[in-house]
């Protein structure tokens, strides 16, 4: 299972941490999170390292709530195009349908599913990975952002016929009652909220067909597999400068194995090496542009001798390293992505 989520997972955590009298800054770094990617829909972190800012945020804060109130701080916007889709729906039901289908686009270590009943129904949350530490928190943050969709989708006092959860309650009964607003059943079978199906037949005012089309096509094409390649281009832009963007250092910072970090990336057709040179070849164009000396940017591109960053960069460009700085330093610095 690819252990990933984006980052908008973490939208409105700051506020909600420095409410609560604590430093967000210090939660996110502790636990190798950094601050500037927190909430950033387009960047990925793992579905683990969430799971631990957030719950030992609670633990650190006394707030075993913690993902309760940060639900209400969250909406469906976190999802990004999945609550287009969403929110362009023809029926309550059909929105919940599409969460589903597309939600691994978000993060492939969470399902959620629309359970129908003759009478009521159960909207379903599994987190898929079977080590997770502060489980119970991650499953009552997705639980009320979940319920806040419907409140958005239906009304906005909508109440589900019951909750249930399938860990012990770990806060007090009012802050459930508080948000959810109905009987709240712990240590259950699954996680999910059950609803009239009143509620799933309604039609959603204003939704736009085009725009869901628009949005479904986006993410059509989106596959679990690809998004571990985008995080692993992200992890060796970070890490590089640290030298430690090696597979070991970045399976371990996914919280994969090595190998299997590399069965991942050859799902998706690309290899850890590839995506390695391409972050190299990016860098040792923007680098080139600051004037720094070549001896410096092959240790900052993780070369343990010259000669090897000599052949890549003729390799790249067709050019020796000097020659580079001086095209690069004659023109305009365009960016760590710009091309030659």
């Given at each position: 299972?690819?252990?990933?989520?984006?980052?908008?997972?973490?939208?409105?955590?700051g506020d909600?941490?420095?409410?609560?009298?604590?430093?967000?800054?210090?939660?996110?770094?502790e636990h190798?999170?950094?601050?500037?990617?927190?909430?950033?829909?387009?960047?990925?972190?793992?579905?683990?390292?969430?799971?631990?800012?957030?719950?030992?945020?609670?633990?650190?804060?006394?707030?075993?709530?913690?993902?309760?109130?940060?639900?209400?701080?969250?909406?469906?916007?976190?999802?990004?195009?999945?609550?287009?889709?969403?929110?362009?729906?023809?029926?309550?039901?059909?929105?919940?349908?599409?969460?589903?289908?597309?939600?691994?686009?978000?993060?492939?270590?969470?399902?959620?599913?629309?359970?129908?009943?003759?009478?009521?129904?159960?909207?379903?949350?599994?987190?898929?990975?079977?080590?997770?530490?502060?489980?119970?928190?991650?499953?009552?943050?997705?639980?009320?952002?979940?319920?806040?969709?419907?409140?958005?989708?239906?009304?906005?006092?909508?109440?589900?016929?019951?909750?249930?959860?399938?860990?012990?309650?770990?806060?007090?009964?009012?802050?459930?009652?508080?948000?959810?607003?109905?009987?709240?059943?712990?240590?259950?079978?699954?996680?999910?909220?059950?609803?009239?199906?009143?509620?799933?037949?309604?039609?959603?005012?204003?939704?736009?067909?085009?725009?869901?089309?628009?949005?479904?096509?986006?993410?059509?094409?989106?596959?679990?597999?690809?998004?571990?390649?985008?995080h692993v281009?992200?992890?060796?832009?970070?890490?590089?400068?640290?030298?430690?963007?090696?597979?070991?250092?970045?399976?371990?910072?996914?919280?994969?194995?090595?190998?299997?970090?590399?069965?991942?990336?050859?799902?998706?057709?690309?290899?850890?090496?590839?995506?390695?040179?391409?972050?190299?070849?990016?860098?040792?164009?923007?680098?080139?542009?600051?004037?720094?000396?070549?001896?410096?940017?092959?240790?900052?591109?993780?070369?343990?001798?010259?000669?090897?960053?000599?052949?890549?960069?003729?390799?790249?460009?067709?050019?020796?390293?000097?020659?580079?700085?001086?095209?690069?330093?004659?023109?305009?610095?365009?960016?760590?992505?710009?091309?030659?």
């Amino acid at each position: 299972m690819v252990n990933l989520i984006r980052a908008s997972a973490l939208a409105n955590f700051g506020d909600l941490v420095t409410d609560l009298g604590g430093d967000p800054d210090a939660v996110l770094l502790e636990h190798g999170v950094d601050p500037a990617v927190a909430g950033d829909h387009d960047r990925f972190l793992t579905y683990t390292a969430v799971a631990t800012v957030i719950g030992e945020a609670a633990t650190e804060l006394g707030r075993p709530d913690f993902g309760l109130q940060l639900a209400r701080r969250q909406s469906i916007d976190i999802l990004g195009p999945i609550a287009v889709i969403a929110r362009h729906a023809d029926t309550v039901a059909d929105a919940l349908d599409g969460v589903s289908r597309y939600l691994h686009t978000y993060s492939p270590s969470i399902a959620t599913e629309l359970r129908r009943g003759a009478a009521a129904s159960d909207f379903t949350f599994t987190v898929l990975l079977r080590q997770l530490p502060h489980r119970d928190q991650m499953v009552e943050l997705s639980l009320g952002i979940g319920l806040g969709a419907l409140r958005l989708l239906v009304d906005p006092d909508f109440v589900p016929l019951r909750v249930t959860m399938q860990h012990a309650r770990s806060a007090e009964p009012e802050a459930y009652e508080e948000l959810f607003g109905c009987p709240i059943e712990f240590e259950g079978s699954r996680n999910c909220l059950a609803l009239p199906n009143g509620a799933l037949d309604t039609r959603i005012h204003g939704s736009d067909s085009a725009a869901r089309a628009l949005a479904e096509k986006y993410l059509a094409p989106k596959r679990p597999d690809l998004a571990v390649a985008d995080h692993v281009h992200d992890l060796i832009r970070r890490l590089l400068p640290l030298h430690q963007a090696s597979l070991v250092d970045v399976a371990r910072e996914m919280s994969l194995h090595p190998r299997v970090l590399q069965r991942r990336l050859a799902e998706s057709g690309t290899t850890f090496e590839a995506i390695l040179d391409e972050v190299r070849r990016a860098a040792a164009l923007s680098l080139s542009a600051t004037g720094l000396q070549v001896a410096q940017i092959a240790r900052m591109l993780g070369y343990s001798e010259q000669s090897s960053y000599t052949r890549a960069c003729k390799r790249w460009f067709g050019q020796s390293p000097r020659q580079l700085i001086t095209g690069s330093t004659s023109r305009p610095w365009r960016g760590p992505h710009a091309q030659p």
